[in-house]
């Protein structure tokens, strides 16, 4: 087959909507020469990574008219187009839709759980449905966001050819939201990071030093949502100086979003405002440096089931104390300490606990590093591999 590959057009201060696609480009790269099939990337070429010869580029070049015209009809301010060929009317997002059907593709695969066009068999990637399951939150409700993602979702899903979820919980949400069928669920763990290198200690303090950072401290990388439930990691850090004693600095890193006023003002109601440091977007470069010098990442989000983060932190040799939202244990396994992110007490409780045992520490860090030399991006592939290889026996029943 025919396959267009689409990334998406996230930038790197997006946090896990870039690095998922351009972790998956990458491997990509690296084994699709283990493929029958002909992949087009329909994105910038990486010119880091030799291209095998069944994957070529399409850089998806657009006017600037062009790009505001499929920005609006992505927000659903415009209909989508309606473009004939062949003497059949093919519905598109404007540009990029257009050009996606010229090009004869058997199959696409979506990385992003957006398409500029559903008049192709596909597979999409499905990150997430907490516009469903949380959806009072205001970045899934506010301005017509819950809208959009609705209409976006019911129509999407429901005529995909299959959909990759990384854990069977995305899978039962679809399911049960969508009522897709189980048959066109595929559940393939996503890709932990490759094995961080441990840095010397004078890069470690380095890093410290350019970021102003003070030992020990804990560590959360996500962007300022309500729904990343930052408000009860304050809370916790509270409780551990007042009823622990333990005093940690706390690390965030990710753009600010429209919640970093009233994060901070939380700071200041519980006394802790002195020990937040807010990195904002931090380089792919000195992330891993910030793992590698953290006590503990802290995730005490609200949504899921499938985070990036705590992946990160496995393959940087960080251990991990992280929300227990359903799913959480399917992907984490017993590589963390979980907590019940609305009780920070728990929360403090579980990192007093990593802090009284430096032996539970260096457990957790040995079953991060297991599940992430496992779970890399080239097995991640190979069970698209085989996912695309039993689609194929359906496609080849019609032609272009």
């Avoid at 997430?128 to 993602?149: C, K, M, T, Y």
């Avoid at 299959?162 to 890709?191: K, L």
């Avoid at 728990?346 to 860090?365: H, M, N």
Wanted: hydrophobic residues 40%; aromatic residues 10%; contains cysteine.
């Amino acid at each position: 087959m025919r396959i267009g590959v689409y990334p998406g057009r996230h930038k790197p201060e997006t946090g896990g909507g870039y690095a998922f696609p351009s972790r998956v480009v990458s491997g990509l790269l690296r084994t699709a020469g283990e493929s029958p099939h002909q992949f087009v990337i329909l994105g910038a070429r990486d010119g880091t990574c030799d291209v095998p010869g069944n994957v070529s580029f399409c850089e998806m070049r657009l006017s600037r008219w062009r790009q505001l015209r499929f920005g609006l009809a992505r927000k659903g301010l415009l209909p989508r187009g309606v473009i004939v060929r062949d003497g059949i009317k093919h519905e598109v997002f404007y540009a990029e839709g257009e050009m996606i059907l010229s090009m004869g593709f058997d199959l696409l695969w979506f990385l992003v759980p957006y398409i500029p066009t559903m008049e192709v068999p596909y597979l999409i990637t499905l990150w997430d449905l907490q516009h469903r399951i949380n959806p009072f939150f205001p970045e899934v409700s506010a301005g017509g966001i819950w809208g959009a993602r609705e209409k976006g979702y019911s129509e999407t899903l429901r005529r995909a050819m299959g959909i990759v979820t990384g854990t069977a919980q995305g899978g039962g949400d679809a399911e049960r939201f969508y009522q897709i069928p189980e048959e066109r669920i595929f559940v393939n763990p996503y890709p932990s990071p490759d094995i961080e290198q441990p840095l010397s200690r004078s890069a470690l303090d380095g890093i410290m030093k350019k970021h102003g950072l003070s030992a020990p401290f804990l560590f959360y990388p996500a962007q300022l949502w309500a729904h990343k439930n930052h408000v009860r990691l304050f809370e916790g850090v509270r409780l551990l100086k007042t009823e622990w004693n333990l005093s940690f600095q706390v690390v965030l890193s990710g753009a600010a979003k429209c919640n970093v006023r009233h994060l901070m003002d939380m700071a200041g109601h519980f006394g802790i405002a002195e020990q937040i440091r807010n990195l904002g977007f931090v380089s792919h470069e000195d992330m891993g440096g910030l793992y590698q010098n953290a006590f503990a990442l802290v995730f005490p989000t609200l949504c899921g089931p499938d985070n990036l983060p705590p992946l990160e932190a496995f393959s940087s040799g960080c251990p991990v104390v992280a929300s227990d939202i359903p799913g959480a244990r399917e992907q984490l396994g017993d590589a963390a300490l979980f907590f019940d992110p609305l009780n920070p007490r728990e929360l403090a409780k579980a990192v007093a606990t990593l802090r009284g045992s430096e032996a539970l520490r260096g457990e957790l860090i040995a079953r991060g590093y297991a599940i992430a030399k496992n779970r890399t991006v080239e097995q991640y592939l190979r069970n698209i591999y085989e996912i695309l290889d039993g689609v194929s026996g359906v496609r080849c029943c019609w032609g272009n």
